[in-house]
């Protein structure tokens, strides 16, 4: 395959062109790496290299003007801003740079196009005048500044352009107006250089009238790469900018049209390829490189070409091993890298310069990889001390001063770096952020972890940092943190990452705007869907769709003709061409594929092969695990059946054997974070404690109202003490933890009116325990080793001389739930019966020890059902029975024993393994 710059290159030397004097005018720097390249392979003895430069490279060599950031030509738009807006309508730059893009984008088409802008700007205040919303014969004063800001565009454009030209510095656009200006000087002065322009498509008007005038003088060739096929059709848009030039310049009525070539209707092998999302697409490129790979295919010759940049760090990882040389042209995002994620946390967590930090905006800065090894000691890691103090001190909001109380000297520097207040305070922002960066490198340097690749992502964020306190301090227009985060996410989003390669061998990895000029016989793109290639219609700017069209300036069709131009072009010399696209519907783009597939099928020139691809996702058998019982584990049971079973571990068992190993085995306890809001169990915790404090004291008395009236009255006082222990630091004098405080006092205040009641309506209640603690050996044929049952008991009393056992339940219960019929279902459904068996457990180890004498009634008091009272355990004969038996005898515990024991045996018998349940 011949390349379009070799057939350049020949064509020049059969003009017995000398080479070396040639100025080379490029699309892109990248184009020139290729000429280069492939001069040797037309030469015949050595040479010094030609001029070669980009077309920005030269426009900015005929203007004379420094090219400036497009950072500081926000600060230097907003000197113009405020010079002539009044000190009291003037806005901050933090809301001056969320317009002021825009007004530059517009700027920078206006003299890319070398529209008059004093035409176009009064042309635009005309429309906004005749357009405003209100009928109303007086204009109010927000239409009014509405229309004055129309009105000042001019001005701030002519004040704008004006300082840069004095000081020889432009944006873009500006510098291809004087570049155009300057062009009949140029040409005076450089009467014997010869320029030969290479793989332009879309020109804007001053690139238009260089390359024209420098043609018309004699001083340049231009070669063009469009095929017949684009050109001749009319309506094709891949033609739509050579078609444009071919027959309106002047150049082109006496001289040849250079070239029209006939290479995109030779044979070609298309695959357009559907994958479900980015990392699915960037799989398959692996894929089809690892293919190509093993057919000993040469990579020099294949490229993969990017329709979305933030594929290139999945396509890189899915290379395979066995392809070692690549060449990455497109530069990796800087946003991407995982620092930049660091110092999201902290703008984030500063901009608002908050007086107290909210924990788990704690927690994210102090485990972020870059931070977390900054607090590393030798046997511990300050970072994790600090996560499990906030855990276990429920602290929802901590100040700098509460952090470092919890680590030592030297670390309290790095807290106070991460959460020293930025007081809003753009300098005192950038200062932390840079010693930041210095204290990461320090320290990785020291513990000799520091790689290449880490180094690389310091040292472009110190240098964007430095950036950003040269912009501060020569412009002092920063003044929150707020409009510092604008500019930094500003100058993010424009850096890139480079990576070293040789340019000219290997892989070729590369975006679409790097693919021009250049040609390879096996082509992948990905992201060809609609939205992305092309892009599709995006406005932004402040000039109207049909003002554009009034003066010439490019709408999103003529951007929308541009991909298609590369896209097309990419395919005219490949033989293999891949086309991926994403079938996946996202939010905003993805999902459909795009026009450029369709138009290929409606061509009829190629037979495209279509395919949708998916991910082998094998059909995995859901295996419900079941754990043997080895020597370690029937060690662990015997330890623990000496210890006790409690009604809680039991009835864990019986809803999942599997919970009870990992509970009570393995010692595995269930990870508790920070309680934001009160939790259920904290709640419940909150109320037994309560109620142990009131009714404790009156164990083995008879309960008075005089008693109850004074808990009334000590209800709030105690459930705070209580709140304050259990939740640690934890705030509830506010929002949902305020309600749930509430709902604790309401509880045990309803709980106390309801036993008012009963005394009132002449029942009597003696207090016989609470909250009692006991155990009971058991002996069970089968076991070699005794079993003691444990539990704490939360009451115990007489009701008119019927003793009670009584279970206190925060939540809510049903009678239902404390009745059974077939005693075999007890340890098999935990759904049903589970509140079952724990009130017969207490009841079964309060007899044996001798605390209650049978006949007794156990049961629960539910909270959240106090109208249903003392909800009794009940034996009935049948689930349709309407008569129980809720009097709890000695046939009663004896029938409950019989299942107790057969569930330790269970438990602790070898040869039934622990085999998990399948839950809802």
Same mark, same amino acid.
């Given at each position: 395959?011949?390349?379009?710059?070799?057939?350049?290159?020949?064509?020049?030397?059969?003009?017995?062109?000398?080479?070396?004097?040639?100025?080379?005018?490029?699309?892109?720097?990248?184009?020139?790496?290729?000429?280069?390249?492939?001069?040797?392979?037309?030469?015949?003895?050595? %040479?010094?290299?030609?001029?070669?430069?980009?077309?920005?490279?030269?426009?900015?060599?005929?203007?004379?003007?420094?090219?400036?950031?497009?950072?500081?030509?926000?600060?230097?738009?907003?000197?113009?801003?405020?010079?002539?807006?009044?000190?009291?309508? $003037?806005?901050?730059?933090?809301?001056?740079?969320?317009?002021?893009?825009?007004?530059?984008?517009?700027?920078?088409?206006?003299?890319?196009?070398?529209?008059?802008?004093?035409?176009?700007?009064?042309?635009?205040?005309?429309?906004?005048?005749?357009? #405003?919303? /209100?009928?109303?014969?007086?204009?109010?004063?927000?239409?009014? &500044?509405?229309?004055?800001?129309?009105?000042?565009?001019?001005?701030?454009?002519?004040?704008?352009?004006?300082?840069?030209?004095?000081?020889?510095?432009?944006?873009?656009?500006?510098?291809?107006?004087?570049?155009?200006?300057?062009?009949?000087?140029? *040409?005076?002065?450089?009467?014997?250089?010869?320029?030969?322009?290479?793989?332009?498509?879309?020109?804007?008007?001053?690139? !238009?009238?260089?390359?024209?005038?420098?043609?018309?003088?004699?001083?340049?060739?231009?070669?063009?790469?469009?095929?017949?096929?684009?050109?001749?059709?009319?309506?094709?848009?891949?033609?739509?900018?050579?078609?444009?030039?071919?027959?309106?310049?002047?150049?082109?009525?006496?001289?040849?049209?250079?070239?029209?070539?006939? #290479?995109?209707?030779?044979?070609?092998?298309?695959?357009?390829?559907?994958?479900?999302?980015?990392?699915?697409?960037?799989?398959?490129?692996?894929?089809?490189?690892?293919?190509?790979?093993?057919?000993?295919?040469?990579?020099?010759?294949?490229?993969?070409?990017?329709?979305?940049?933030?594929?290139?760090?999945?396509?890189?990882?899915?290379?395979?091993?066995?392809?070692?040389?690549?060449?990455?042209?497109?530069?990796?995002?800087?946003?991407?890298?995982?620092?930049?994620?660091?110092?999201?946390?902290?703008?984030?967590?500063?901009?608002?310069?908050?007086?107290?930090?909210?924990?788990?905006?704690?927690?994210?800065?102090?485990?972020?990889?870059?931070?977390?090894?900054?607090?590393?000691?030798?046997?511990?890691?300050?970072?994790?001390?600090?996560?499990?103090?906030?855990?276990?001190?429920?602290?929802?909001?901590?100040?700098?001063?509460?952090?470092?109380?919890?680590?030592?000297?030297?670390?309290?520097?790095?807290?106070?770096?991460?959460?020293?207040?930025?007081?809003?305070?753009?300098?005192?922002?950038?200062?932390?952020?840079?010693?930041?960066?210095?204290?990461?490198?320090?320290?990785?340097?020291?513990?000799?972890?520091?790689?290449?690749?880490?180094?690389?992502?310091?040292?472009?964020? &110190?240098?964007?940092?430095?950036?950003?306190?040269?912009? &501060?301090?020569?412009?002092?227009?920063?003044? !929150?943190?707020?409009?510092?985060?604008?500019?930094?996410?500003?100058?993010? &989003?424009?850096?890139?990452?480079?990576?070293?390669?040789?340019?000219?061998?290997?892989?070729? %990895?590369?975006?679409?705007?790097? /693919?021009?000029?250049?040609?390879?016989?096996?082509?992948? *793109?990905?992201?060809?869907?609609?939205?992305?290639?092309?892009?599709?219609? $995006?406005?932004?700017?402040? *000039?109207?769709?049909?003002?554009?069209?009034?003066?010439?300036?490019?709408?999103?069709?003529?951007?929308?003709?541009?991909?298609?131009? #590369?896209?097309?072009?990419?395919?005219? =010399?490949?033989?293999?061409?891949?086309?991926?696209?994403?079938?996946?519907?996202?939010?905003?783009?993805?999902?459909?594929?795009?026009?450029?597939?369709?138009?290929?099928?409606?061509?009829? %020139? #190629?037979?495209?092969?279509?395919?949708?691809? /998916?991910?082998?996702?094998?059909?995995?058998?859901?295996?419900?695990?079941?754990?043997?019982?080895?020597? !370690?584990?029937?060690?662990?049971?015997?330890?623990?059946?000496?210890?006790?079973?409690?009604?809680?571990?039991?009835?864990?068992?019986? =809803?999942?054997?599997?919970?009870?190993?990992?509970?009570?085995?393995?010692?595995?306890?269930?990870?508790?974070?920070?309680?934001?809001?009160?939790?259920?169990?904290?709640?419940?915790?909150?109320?037994?404690?309560?109620?142990?404090?009131?009714?404790?004291?009156?164990?083995?008395?008879?309960?008075?109202?005089?008693?109850?009236?004074?808990?009334?009255?000590?209800?709030?006082?105690?459930? $705070?003490?209580?709140?304050?222990?259990?939740?640690?630091?934890?705030?509830?004098?506010?929002?949902?933890?305020?309600?749930?405080?509430?709902?604790?006092? =309401?509880?045990?205040?309803?709980?106390?009116?309801?036993?008012?009641?009963?005394?009132?309506?002449?029942?009597?209640?003696?207090?016989?325990?609470?909250? $009692?603690?006991?155990?009971?050996?058991?002996?069970?044929?089968?076991?070699?080793?005794?079993?003691?049952?444990?539990?704490?008991?939360?009451?115990?009393?007489?009701?008119?001389?019927?003793?009670?056992?009584?279970?206190?339940?925060?939540?809510?219960?049903?009678?239902?739930?404390?009745?059974?019929?077939?005693?075999?279902?007890?340890?098999?459904?935990?759904?049903?019966?589970?509140?079952?068996?724990?009130?017969?457990?207490?009841?079964?180890?309060?007899?044996?020890?001798?605390?209650?004498?049978?006949?007794?009634?156990?049961?629960?008091?539910?909270?959240?059902?106090?109208?249903?009272?003392?909800?009794?355990?009940?034996?009935?004969?049948?689930?349709?029975?309407?008569?129980?038996?809720?009097?709890?005898?000695?046939?009663?515990?004896?029938?409950?024993?019989?299942?107790?024991?057969?569930? *330790?045996?269970?438990?602790?018998?070898?040869?039934?393994?622990?085999?998990?349940?399948?839950?809802?």
């Amino acid at each position: 395959m011949e390349s379009f710059i070799q057939t350049v290159l020949v064509n020049l030397k059969k003009k017995n062109l000398n080479l070396e004097d040639l100025h080379f005018i490029l699309p892109s720097k990248r184009a020139g790496t290729f000429l280069k390249h492939q001069l040797s392979s037309v030469l015949n003895q050595p %040479i010094f290299s030609p001029h070669i430069l980009s077309i920005e490279e030269f426009v900015e060599e005929l203007s004379g003007l420094k090219s400036l950031p497009n950072s500081e030509l926000l600060f230097k738009l907003y000197e113009a801003y405020k010079s002539l807006t009044n000190k009291s309508e $003037t806005e901050s730059f933090e809301l001056f740079s969320k317009w002021a893009q825009i007004l530059l984008q517009d700027f920078n088409e206006i003299d890319r196009y070398l529209v008059e802008h004093e035409k176009i700007f009064d042309y635009l205040s005309a429309i906004k005048e005749l357009d #405003h919303w /209100s009928l109303e014969s007086q204009q109010t004063d927000l239409i009014k &500044n509405h229309l004055k800001f129309w009105r000042k565009l001019k001005d701030y454009y002519l004040v704008f352009t004006e300082k840069l030209l004095k000081s020889k510095q432009g944006y873009q656009g500006l510098i291809y107006r004087e570049a155009a200006n300057n062009l009949e000087y140029y *040409i005076e002065n450089n009467t014997n250089r010869k320029h030969i322009f290479l793989g332009f498509n879309a020109l804007n008007e001053s690139e !238009s009238r260089i390359i024209q005038g420098l043609l018309q003088s004699d001083l340049a060739n231009i070669y063009w790469d469009i095929d017949e096929t684009f050109i001749e059709d009319n309506i094709h848009d891949a033609g739509l900018f050579t078609r444009q030039h071919k027959n309106n310049w002047n150049y082109f009525k006496k001289n040849p049209f250079n070239w029209i070539t006939t #290479h995109y209707n030779e044979k070609k092998n298309i695959k357009a390829v559907g994958i479900p999302k980015l990392i699915g697409q960037a799989k398959y490129i692996g894929q089809i490189l690892d293919k190509l790979s093993k057919n000993n295919a040469k990579l020099t010759n294949v490229a993969v070409v990017l329709g979305e940049e933030n594929l290139l760090i999945p396509v890189i990882n899915s290379i395979p091993k066995t392809i070692t040389d690549i060449n990455v042209t497109m530069g990796s995002p800087l946003r991407f890298v995982p620092l930049a994620s660091l110092f999201e946390l902290l703008f984030s967590t500063h901009k608002n310069n908050p007086e107290k930090y909210y924990y788990k905006d704690v927690v994210d800065i102090i485990s972020h990889p870059s931070i977390y090894g900054l607090f590393q000691l030798e046997s511990t890691n300050y970072s994790t001390d600090i996560v499990n103090h906030i855990q276990k001190n429920n602290l929802i909001y901590l100040t700098p001063s509460n952090l470092k109380g919890l680590v030592d000297e030297p670390n309290q520097n790095i807290i106070g770096l991460l959460f020293n207040s930025w007081k809003d305070n753009p300098k005192t922002a950038l200062e932390n952020c840079s010693q930041l960066i210095l204290a990461i490198k320090d320290n990785l340097t020291k513990n000799k972890r520091l790689n290449n690749l880490e180094l690389e992502y310091l040292y472009r964020f &110190n240098t964007l940092f430095n950036q950003l306190s040269e912009l &501060n301090s020569n412009y002092k227009y920063l003044d !929150s943190v707020n409009a510092l985060y604008g500019i930094y996410k500003e100058l993010l &989003n424009t850096e890139t990452l480079d990576f070293q390669g040789e340019p000219l061998e290997g892989l070729q %990895i590369m975006g679409m705007l790097e /693919s021009r000029v250049l040609d390879f016989e096996t082509v992948i *793109i990905s992201s060809v869907n609609e939205g992305i290639l092309p892009s599709g219609k $995006t406005n932004n700017s402040f *000039i109207p769709f049909d003002v554009k069209i009034e003066n010439n300036l490019p709408t999103f069709k003529e951007k929308d003709a541009v991909y298609t131009y #590369h896209f097309y072009r990419l395919l005219q =010399r490949a033989k293999n061409v891949y086309i991926l696209y994403n079938t996946e519907v996202d939010a905003l783009k993805g999902g459909e594929k795009s026009r450029f597939i369709t138009q290929l099928e409606v061509e009829g %020139i #190629h037979d495209i092969e279509h395919s949708i691809i /998916s991910p082998e996702v094998p059909a995995i058998e859901k295996k419900l695990k079941q754990i043997t019982k080895t020597n !370690s584990v029937q060690e662990k049971l015997k330890q623990l059946s000496s210890k006790g079973f409690s009604p809680s571990s039991l009835t864990n068992y019986i =809803r999942n054997p599997i919970d009870f190993y990992y509970e009570k085995i393995l010692g595995i306890k269930e990870f508790e974070d920070v309680e934001e809001n009160i939790a259920a169990n904290t709640l419940g915790s909150v109320i037994h404690d309560t109620l142990e404090d009131f009714y404790k004291p009156l164990e083995g008395e008879f309960l008075t109202v005089e008693h109850l009236s004074t808990f009334k009255t000590k209800t709030k006082a105690t459930v $705070t003490k209580h709140f304050k222990i259990l939740y640690k630091e934890g705030d509830f004098s506010k929002g949902k933890n305020l309600i749930i405080f509430e709902i604790a006092q =309401r509880y045990i205040s309803n709980f106390i009116n309801s036993e008012i009641k009963n005394l009132n309506n002449g029942n009597q209640i003696k207090i016989i325990a609470i909250e $009692t603690e006991e155990d009971v050996e058991l002996k069970i044929d089968g076991l070699d080793f005794s079993i003691k049952l444990t539990g704490k008991v939360d009451r115990i009393d007489q009701f008119n001389g019927v003793t009670r056992v009584i279970d206190y339940k925060s939540g809510k219960v049903e009678q239902n739930k404390v009745e059974i019929v077939d005693w075999n279902d007890l340890t098999t459904d935990y759904e049903k019966y589970s509140k079952s068996f724990q009130i017969l457990c207490y009841a079964y180890m309060m007899h044996r020890k001798n605390k209650i004498h049978l006949p007794i009634e156990a049961g629960i008091v539910s909270f959240k059902n106090l109208n249903a009272g003392f909800l009794k355990f009940g034996k009935k004969e049948s689930a349709y029975s309407r008569t129980k038996i809720q009097i709890i005898t000695e046939e009663t515990l004896a029938n409950f024993e019989i299942e107790l024991k057969k569930l *330790i045996l269970e438990i602790c018998n070898p040869n039934i393994d622990f085999v998990e349940k399948e839950l809802d």
